[in-house]
C-alpha cells in the first residue's frame, strides 16, 4: 500500500505535535512514523544565500527542497536518512536517522501549510488552532527546560519573531487544512477532536 501523508499543523506550543504524539502512539510504529519540520532547519550560519539566518519562524530557515524530496521517497516506499537538528547549538547534527517508510507519515510543523509543494504531497491536513498567550506560556516553559534558553529570550523571540511570524504565514496557512481543531486549555488535546482525526486517517488508509 502506498504511504499516506498527514500534514498536521499550527502554530508553535499550540498541541500539533502532541495530537501527532497521540496518532502514533495510537497507530504504533510498525504503521506510522513522524516527520518533524524542526529537523530540516538549517544550519544558522551555514545556510544557502538568503536562507536561514536567526528567524526560526520564518519560511526561508526551512530545508524545504530537502524536505520535499525526503517526503516524496516515504511516499514512494523508499527509507531515508533524515537529518536531526540541535537546538542548543541552532546547527543540525553529525548523525542523521534511519526512517522507514510506514502506512501513515506524519509530517508536523508551524510552516508545512504554508509551502506549496509540500502540501500537495500531503493526503490529509490538519490544523491545531489556539490562543497566542496559552502558546507563549507553553513555549517558555518548553524553551527554558528543553532547549536551554533563558525566560527574558523566549520572551523576546516570542513577541519578535514568533508571534509575528505566526500571523503572516502560519495563521493563514489554516485556509489549506482538511480539519480545523482547538487547543485552548490543557497541553492534552480535546478528546472529540483526536476522534475526529483519528476517524479521518482511517478513511484515507482503507
Do not use: W
Amino acid at each position: 500500500m502506498t504511504p499516506k501523508i498527514v500534514g498536521i499543523s499550527g502554530g508553535s506550543c499550540s498541541g500539533k505535535s502532541t495530537l501527532a504524539a497521540h496518532v502514533f502512539g495510537t497507530l504504533g510504529p510498525e504503521q506510522c512514523v513522524i516527520l518533524p519540520q524542526d529537523d530540516y532547519f538549517f544550519g544558522y550560519g551555514e545556510a544557502p544565500e538568503g536562507k536561514g539566518g536567526p528567524n526560526f519562524d520564518h519560511p526561508d530557515a526551512v530545508d524545504f527542497d530537502k524536505m520535499c524530496i525526503q517526503l516524496a521517497m516515504l511516499k514512494q516506499g523508499r527509507p531515508i536518512h533524515r537529518p536531526l537538528y540541535d537546538f542548543p547549538t541552532h546547527m543540525p547534527k553529525a548523525e542523521t536517522a534511519l526512517t522507514e517508510p510506514r502506512p501513515v507519515i506524519l509530517v508536523d510543523g508551524i510552516l508545512i501549510l504554508h509551502h506549496a509543494p509540500l502540501r500537495q504531497l500531503f493526503d490529509l491536513s490538519v490544523f491545531v488552532r489556539c490562543e497566542s498567550s496559552t502558546r507563549f506560556e507553553r513555549r517558555l516553559e518548553r524553551d527554558v527546560r528543553e532547549r536551554g534558553r533563558t525566560a527574558d529570550s523566549v520572551r523576546e523571540v516570542f513577541a519578535n519573531q514568533v508571534d509575528p511570524m505566526h500571523d503572516k504565514y502560519v495563521e493563514p496557512s489554516q485556509t489549506h487544512a482538511d480539519i480545523v481543531i482547538y487547543s485552548q486549555q490543557s497541553e492534552n488535546m480535546i478528546s472529540d477532536d483526536f476522534t475526529m482525526v483519528a476517524e479521518a486517517i482511517n478513511k484515507i488508509i482503507q
